[in-house]
């Protein structure tokens, strides 16, 4: 049994958040804060790494934000910068040697890296670097930028990870240090968030502005995709070494990943998940009495369908905030209470009733299913599902654990055949126009590729690469 608290088996799970910060004497305590508003993108490890001018300190652990670190630790942590990360992994590789932020020394003094991403062609540069005398210590594919950057024969630190980062192909948000800089790189396609705040005069970098904000730090602006910024005591300046691409950023941020309270590629993803519940309403009405919400996600969803259709919104299921790692026998009849320590049905809402459940997006289909059995139990008249997503066919190549393409439910059944499995009254998806139209003037610039297919950067070169199972203990390589 997933032993993570956070676990949705119906869900795609969150990558992993980043934060930087430069010149502020509580560098680490902002550091540690910030992580905490990012703590959704990731519980399986956490980490910071600071700088005092002239010694890189860093310090990681396994689990939340506020179990890795007590006040010793982050006292440890002296200096005007520091950059954090938090960290979701695949299952059975959460070791704490792959935590970042990653500190390493290299001839020219120390350097640290934290990465939000996956790299497509990782392995294949893994091998390449194994064969010119490179030793790995972990099996992350953000090693393999600090190695690329340490061999590169450019002069100057800017110089050497432009030349390693053009090397590498996929998704990054990077936060890196020296002792003395903070460089904050977002790929040319823009997959994963990136921005920019100022706090005083410190200059502030996170994955999500729910970070910012919990500093009282002002939204600046994006970090554009393919720009690198950099950040001394000359103060900051912007490079767009790259060749230009396509802005692709991730359309599930705004469906699922961030925290409704962020601006994720320069709109609110509260609005555009209201937006999503409008359409969806548009697409797929029904005659019901209720309107509720699979939390807590499905919420704005679930508002949005309510305002369009005019079926009353009422919290239908209570989800359990305080359920700890359950260690409890995998059998089937005992993993079935599991859905009932995270959700608990409100039965005056459901009794007898006709219930249209919204959720944002539908993976496998296991806790949907627990779902509708417990709103039948609970006198539901009938159950009327409703999918703030289409219906995800692909599996994440940019830094997003995903199940197998075989896993993906709707690979395998068509929408009748689901809402049967589900045992629902009926089951619609917003349509991928619909999804789009919920962008407004920015659609065309997503990734859509878990919904279509159509991947906007080759995923395969590591795939196909006949050194695959390279990075680790027949693993897969972990996202970050
Ligand atoms: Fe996001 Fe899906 Fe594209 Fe991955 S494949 S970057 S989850 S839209």
């Known amino acids: 049994m997933n032993d993570d608290p956070n676990f949705r088996p119906d869900a795609f799970r969150d990558e992993c958040g980043v934060f930087g910060i430069f010149g502020d004497s509580e560098a680490a305590n902002l550091a540690y804060l910030g992580l905490h508003a990012l703590q959704h993108r990731g519980q399986e490890g956490a980490g910071i790494a600071a700088s005092d001018g002239k010694l890189i300190r860093a310090f990681r652990g396994r689990g939340l934000v506020g179990d890795v670190f007590g006040g010793e630790e982050l006292a440890n942590l002296m200096g005007h910068m520091a950059l954090g990360h938090v960290r979701y992994s695949t299952a059975g590789e959460g070791s704490i040697r792959n935590v970042q932020p990653f500190v390493v020394r290299y001839r020219d003094g120390q350097m640290g890296v934290a990465h939000n991403g996956n790299l497509v062609n990782a392995s294949i540069l893994r091998e390449e670097l194994e064969e010119q005398g490179s030793i790995f210590a972990t099996s992350s594919d953000t090693e393999v930028i600090l190695h690329l950057?340490?061999?590169?024969?450019?002069?100057?630190f800017i110089n050497r990870l432009v030349d390693g980062l053009m090397r590498v192909e996929g998704a990054y948000s990077l936060v890196l240090m020296t002792e003395q800089t903070m460089v904050a790189v977002r790929d040319p396609w823009g997959f994963r968030p990136l921005v920019l705040g100022r706090r005083g005069s410190a200059w502030v970098v996170a994955s999500e502005t729910c970070a910012l904000g919990l500093i009282d730090a002002e939204f600046v602006r994006e970090v554009e995709p393919g720009e690198m910024v950099i950040v001394d005591h000359d103060g900051i300046q912007s490079l767009k070494p790259f060749p230009r691409r396509p802005r692709r950023a991730c359309v599930f941020e705004h469906i699922y990943f961030a925290r409704p309270d962020s601006t994720v590629f320069g709109r609110s993803v509260y609005d555009n998940r209201i937006q999503l519940g409008r359409i969806l309403a548009e697409e797929n009405p029904v005659e019901a009495d209720v309107v509720i919400p699979v939390p807590d996600s499905g919420v704005p969803g679930a508002l949005g369908y309510s305002q369009y259709s005019g079926v009353d919104y009422a919290l239908g299921l209570i989800r359990s905030h305080y359920v700890g790692r359950t260690f409890?026998?995998?059998?089937?009849?005992?993993?079935?209470?599991?859905?009932?320590?995270?959700?608990?049905?409100?039965r005056s809402v459901i009794d007898g009733k006709r219930v249209v459940v919204v959720d944002d997006s539908l993976v496998r289909g296991t806790t949907l299913r627990k779902v509708v059995r417990m709103l039948r139990q609970n006198g539901a008249q009938e159950i009327h599902l409703r999918i703030t997503a289409p219906p995800t066919v692909s599996s994440c190549y940019y830094g997003v654990d995903t199940p197998t393409k075989d896993e993906l439910i709707a690979t395998r059944m068509g929408v009748s055949d689901i809402c049967e499995y589900l045992g629902a009254d009926s089951l619609s998806y917003i349509s991928l126009a619909g999804l789009r139209r919920a962008e407004g003037e920015d659609q065309g610039r997503f990734c859509e590729a878990c919904f279509t297919g159509d991947y906007p950067v080759d995923p395969r070169p590591d795939r196909l690469h006949r050194q695959m199972p390279l990075f680790v203990d027949g693993q897969d390589s972990e996202e970050s």
């Open 149 to 156: 950057v340490a061999g590169s024969t450019q002069g100057t």
């Open 328 to 346: 409890i026998e995998p059998s089937q009849q005992i993993r079935d209470f599991g859905v009932k320590l995270k959700l608990a049905p409100i």
